[in-house]
């Protein structure tokens, strides 16, 4: 009964992953919409979206880090 409750834990923490990839895919698109409307400005924008790329990535990490806590504790 208890591993069961472990692998819906763990299962339930890995939803926080859907977040991540949908602010991954945000952001990137985010960045392709500027750099059409202004060509100039490219370099400010990526930089920006590297930081947002790496913002929703560690929010990935940390339910997944918490899911494999649950299981494995």
């Known amino acids: 009964m ?7 834990g ?3 923490a ?3 992953l859907i977040g991540a990839g949908a602010g991954i895919g945000l952001v990137f698109a985010a960045l392709i919409t500027a750099s059409s409307r202004n060509p100039e400005s490219r370099g400010t924008a990526f930089g920006y979206a590297i930081l947002g790329f790496a913002l929703a990535e560690a929010t990935g990490l ?7 806590l649950v299981l494995y504790s």
Not at 2 to 8: E, G, S, V
Not at 62 to 68: G, Q, R, V, Y
Request: net charge positive; glycine share 10%.
């Open 2 to 8: 208890l591993q069961a409750a472990k692998y819906l």
């Open 10 to 12: 763990a299962g339930l």
């Open 14 to 16: 890995c939803s926080g």
């Open 62 to 68: 940390f339910a997944l880090m918490i899911a494999f």
